[in-house]
């Protein structure tokens, strides 16, 4: 008999044990799938009003029954057009100076992509204001500048600065290059992505902020802090940055 009253408080504690498991993932499965969904999956959106500025074009869509505001870095685009994107960061209550207009949400992406057009090169990745170090297809590793970049009295390469990333680390670096892309006032600051011709196991392209205004094609030198492994968040992660920059003249 006393076996029996065990045996049923067993059954029965192992019972009750299933049917919180059950509740509890029944709870937390749905958070799950929604996290998965927005880190993997392409959001489609379709284009309703466009606002061109110097450096970004903005986009009034719509996502099923959302709308919202989004900006890419300048491209051509077209009002009625469904496109897709994967990612983003939101910036609330975002100053476009450009277009003197305060926007309540807006999302910053990499790019739109249009579904039936030709898939995008790594070339093409430079327009990206957080896209992390371009990798270049071949992998290479080269010393030599490109033409018509000179060095600044102690500056470094691409190739020495990422080849010697991590005694760089934490120290400040002085680097000459040719500004490829230019993105500015996000997150307070200004994003340069910078090429000098070298390139180190395929890394050819520094992403620099500042507060400085450049143009695209300058060569400039600049003096900032190598800072590794840098999450902002939303997907936005470099194994690199050189931060708060200053123009060297």
Known sequence: MRKLIIWSIASLMTLLVLVQCKQKNEGYEPVQNSEMTSNTNLKQVTVKEILNANAYTYLFVSEGEKEYWMAIPLTDVEVGKTYVYEGGMEMKNFESKDLN???ESVFFVESLVD???PAKTNVEATSNPHGGNVVSEKGETKTQLSEGIVLAKGAIS?????SGKDKLA???VALTGKVVSFN???MN???IHLQDGSSFKGLNDVIVTTLAKVAVDDIVTVKGLVVLNK????????DILIEDATIVK
Not at 158 to 162: E, I, P, S
Not at 231 to 238: A, E, M, Q, T
């Open 101 to 103: 207009r305060t926007f």
């Open 184 to 186: 500015p006032e996000i």
């Open 231 to 238: 999450d902002l968040g939303s997907g936005y992660k470099y």
């Open 115 to 117: 579904p039936n057009a």
């Open 170 to 172: 934490g120290k400040t």
């Open 158 to 162: 691409l190739h020495d600065l990422f």
């Open 189 to 191: 600051k200004n994003w």
